[in-house]
């Protein structure tokens, strides 16, 4: 399945909104981050593969630059788990 450049734009503005990073205390929303479009896309070339497997997979893949871009972590590594359940609810209208 493909999505239109209208859809994952609606699906980057749901996900920036939405998900956030965590260090220690803090939130750092997707949206605030410049990581939403990034996510958004990933999720748009593996919404074939369900929710749940594109979730995981979209978060592995969006590598996060941190401390000035020596070190990148994926996106998945940052973001508490119940963010994962969020993604694919928000993932399953598009799939």
Known sequence: MTLS??????????????LYVQVANWHLYLGDAGLAQALAVEC???????????????LEAVQVPIGGGSVRLP?????????????EELLQPFG
């Open 5 to 18: 450049a209208q859809e994952i734009d609606e699906l980057s503005r749901a996900i920036a909104d939405r």
């Open 44 to 58: 748009a070339g593996r919404l074939d593969q369900g929710a749940e497997v594109c979730a995981r997979q979209a």
């Open 75 to 87: 996106l998945a590594r940052l973001l508490p788990a119940g963010q994962l359940r969020d993604l």
